[in-house]
């Protein structure tokens, strides 16, 4: 009998912390052989800075989930986020020797499935739009192409302007901030919650929460990270990944807030993803001069869909 090796898989298991290295290398070896097929070949994708997947693990929870092969070895991942009723898979990959043996889809199902177990009323997740076969791939389970989330970048001041208010500021009061920014949200957009994000970004120090109000009203928030998001890399940017507004001029008060909160943290950039439903608030950002520098597609469940908000902006970042 010819000898045929063991193709099986084992999980879903919960990744802990020791798991971050074979993490960072599936994850660096898939999406550069994703580069590559797409022709951007020379590409070399970073393995993530540890930080960075200690908050994807502990945001996750027991959403954050990884596939072994028979000898022990990782296989593949899936990063599985709620924040109240959004639910969100990202980043995910499976090792390039193990594609097309059907774990992508089996992972993406059970992701889904363990969504609408806890209640996600929003199910969907990002991926790059001239990828033809990741949006196909992804259709088949049921994903529909929604709006472009643009990335938009701008130059910091060199130096801190006026001082904003900031979360790490808050001292005793940090849980009533933090409340404030869940009802704000919830006004929005009934059912969203960034609370836990907000928390344990405080909690291991890589970034903070920008407030702007009108008189004691909280008007608007962005949650940032400012950590280096690569390995090894120094700190360049202030990246927004949640972003709530009740109006336009609350908008641009959050805008003016982020940019003296990039200068005081001494980085060259503030990144801000803006899904592209909001129309206006994107013209708002390119007529202010952010440049665009990268766009994701963003896929949802058909039957999960992705409601606008009841008025404002809430803008939530799909990755990490």
Not at 97 to 113: F, P
Not at 131 to 160: C, K, Q, W
Not at 199 to 225: C, K, P, S
Not at 257 to 271: D, K, P
Request: proline share 5%; with cysteine; glycine share 10%.
């Amino acid at each position: 009998m010819k000898w045929r090796p063991d193709r099986s898989v084992r999980g879903p298991d919960r990744p802990t912390l020791r798991d971050i290295d074979p993490l960072n290398r599936v994850f660096a070896e898939s999406f550069t052989d994703r580069y590559s097929r797409d022709g951007l070949v020379g590409v070399r994708v970073p393995q993530l800075n540890p930080l960075v997947w200690r908050y994807a693990l502990e945001d996750a929870g027991d959403g954050a989930m990884i596939w072994r092969d028979a000898d022990g070895q990782m296989v593949s991942f899936n990063m599985v986020h709620r924040s109240g009723t959004e639910g969100w898979m990202g980043p995910l990959a499976v090792r390039p020797d193990r594609q097309g043996e059907g774990i992508g889809s089996m992972m993406v199902r059970i992701g889904v499935d363990w969504l609408r177990s806890q209640g996600a009323t929003t199910i969907g997740l990002e991926t790059m739009p001239r990828t033809v076969d990741n949006i196909g791939f992804y259709s088949r389970i049921g994903l529909v192409p929604g709006h472009l989330t643009v990335t938009l970048v701008h130059e910091a001041p060199h130096r801190a302007a006026a001082s904003v208010e900031r979360l790490s500021a808050a001292g005793t009061e940090a849980g009533e901030r933090i409340e404030e920014c869940r009802r704000l949200t919830d006004d929005l957009l009934p059912g969203v919650d960034f609370t836990r994000e907000i928390a344990l970004t405080r909690e291991l120090a890589i970034g903070d929460t920008t407030l702007v109000r009108e008189g004691e009203d909280l008007v608007g928030f962005a949650l940032w990270h400012s950590t280096p998001l690569a390995a090894g890399r120094p700190r360049d940017e202030l990246r927004v990944l949640k972003l709530v507004a009740r109006s336009m001029s609350a908008l641009d008060r959050l805008l003016e807030a982020l940019q003296a909160s990039a200068g005081a943290e001494r980085v060259g950039r503030v990144a801000l993803r803006c899904q592209t439903g909001f129309s206006a608030a994107y013209l708002r950002l390119v007529t202010l001069g952010y440049r665009v520098h990268w766009t994701d597609l963003r896929m949802i469940l058909g039957s999960h869909p992705q409601p606008a908000p009841r008025e404002g902006i809430v803008m939530s970042n799909w990755e990490i």
